[in-house]
C-alpha cells in the first residue's frame, strides 16, 4: 500500500490554538494534477486576462500539491483551506478591518463575488495611488492554477473584487 501526501494531511491551527478546518482529503483527490498541466492552463489564463485588458500579470510559481488561495495566505502552501473559514481564520489570527488606503504589504484582501466570499489574496506591493485608481500589487492562488502577482483588481471575474482590507498590525 503507497501513501499519498492525502493520507499525511496534518492539521492546521490558527494562532490562538483554533483547529482550522479542511476538505476530506478524497474530495482534494479530483484536483491533483500534473505540474506541467499546472502550468500551461495558468500561461492560458494569463493570455486570456491580457487579451482582456489586464496587463502586469505575473506567474510566481505552479505546483500540482494541492492548496489554494486560503492554504497560500495562512498555511504557507501546505493546505486547502475552504474561503468559508476566512472570518474565522481572520479573528483567530488577530486581524483587523482597515480601509483600502491603509494597505502595506502584508496585508489581506478579500475578494467577494455577489456579496459572498470567493478569494483572499496577500498584498506584496504598495505605490502612490495613480489618481484614484489604487496602486497595489497582490499574489494569489487562483484555484488549481498558479500563483499570480498582480494588481488588486486583476483577477479573472469569477474571483470576485476587492472589498475587505484586513491587517495584523497593531492598531494605531
Known sequence: MSLHYFDLQKPV????????PQPNPLVLQNYKQ???LVRIQTEALIDEMLAKGKTGLSIRSVSS?????????????RAWIDIEHIYE????DGYH?????NLVVGDVVVYTLDKKRVHVGLVTRVHPNIGSI??????SKWGKHGEIEHRL?????YLG??????????PL
Open 13 to 20: 491551527f490558527a494562532r490562538n490554538g483554533q483547529e482550522i
Open 34 to 36: 500534473n505540474q506541467e
Open 65 to 77: 500539491y494541492l492548496y489554494d488561495c486560503v492554504g497560500m495566505v495562512f498555511a504557507n502552501r
Open 89 to 92: 481564520i481572520l479573528t483567530n
Open 97 to 101: 478591518l482597515i480601509s483600502k488606503d
Open 134 to 139: 489604487p496602486n497595489a500589487r497582490v499574489l
Open 153 to 157: 483588481e486583476d483577477v479573472p471575474y
Open 161 to 170: 473584487h476587492p472589498s475587505e482590507f484586513w491587517s495584523e498590525r497593531v
